[in-house]
């Protein structure tokens, strides 16, 4: 079972499932998991080769999205699902794959296609910190510094650094060895016929309108909306905007539902 963190109590709306992206961690989404908690459960999870879940050979969208389910079947078999960039592939992976268990969809700044830029240059530059000589995270960014010029990404790297047994909280080994299948997107059939909101960045090229016959393709009920200001890291750039977007999707009526009443 993948590690989780838990924000809030069970109410009657379903609980929310914050599923991060590539590097991430649960730990991550705390403010925007806190936030939202005041309405409904939130669990952030750790996906495998992250943070303190397991670490496997393997790390394809099925795998994760079989992970994902175990987790909401945990919670009582059904939830609303945000993901971010490699998480948002997991979550739509889940969606598709597992529709029972998906009561509304957040994909964030992501599209079901293969992407051509690698992130295997991160996975070289943490693998290049001398961690003997790490005794705080200012020492772990220091060093990444030669290798990563944005300061931002050197401060999100270092929290998946555990200080005290100074390794990652990443399976570098499998991250890099599945990074084509991270860049990818699995050939999967079927459809999700729930309320869907691809929500993107208007700085960020990840989600482009030649992306959206695809996006429609598998999810018929797919709405769009963009941050302004934000780039692909838009949680984080915008969270006010992020959070109230997200809250205003999930608690919109659904009006396919009351049509069919």
């Known amino acids: 079972m993948l590690n989780t963190l838990t924000h809030g109590t069970a109410t ?15 730990r991550n989404w705390g403010v925007i998991a806190k936030r939202l908690s005041d309405e409904r459960q939130v669990i952030a999870v750790d996906l495998r ?17 079989a992970d994902l389910a175990e987790v909401i079947a945990a919670q009582g078999g059904r939830a609303d699902v945000v993901g971010h960039s490699m998480g948002g592939k997991a979550a739509m ?9 998906v009561n509304r969809l957040v994909v964030a700044d992501i599209a079901p296609v293969a992407y ?11 693998r290049a910190v001398d961690l003997s000589r790490v005794e705080k995270r200012s020492d772990a960014s220091a060093q990444l510094a030669a290798l990563v010029d ?16 100074r390794r990652w909280k990443l399976n570098l080994d499998t991250l890099a060895a599945e990074m084509p299948a991270i860049l990818g997107f699995p050939d999967i059939s079927g459809q999700f016929d729930g ?10 090229d990840y989600v482009q309108p030649e992306h959206r016959p695809a996006i429609r ?31 205003a999707f ?7 539902s009351r049509a069919s009443e």
């Open 12 to 26: 009657q709306a379903p609980p929310l499932l914050i599923v991060h992206g590539l590097y991430g961690s649960a």
């Open 195 to 204: 309320p869907a909101l691809f929500l993107s960045g208007a700085r960020s």
């Open 93 to 101: 992976v889940l969606a598709l794959a597992h529709p029972e268990t």
């Open 217 to 247: 393709a598998l999810f018929p009920r797919a709405r769009f909306a963009r941050i302004t200001g934000a780039g692909h890291w838009l949680h984080a750039e915008k969270p006010r905007e992020f959070e109230a977007s997200v809250r």
């Open 116 to 126: 051509t830029h690698s992130q295997i240059q991160f996975i070289e530059a943490m």
């Open 250 to 256: 999930l608690n919109a009526p659904d009006r396919a």
């Open 49 to 65: 080769n992250h943070g303190d879940s397991p670490w496997t050979d393997s790390h394809s969208y099925p795998d994760m999205a």
């Open 150 to 165: 944005d300061p931002t990404l050197q401060a999100f790297f270092t929290q998946s650094l555990d200080l005290k047994a």
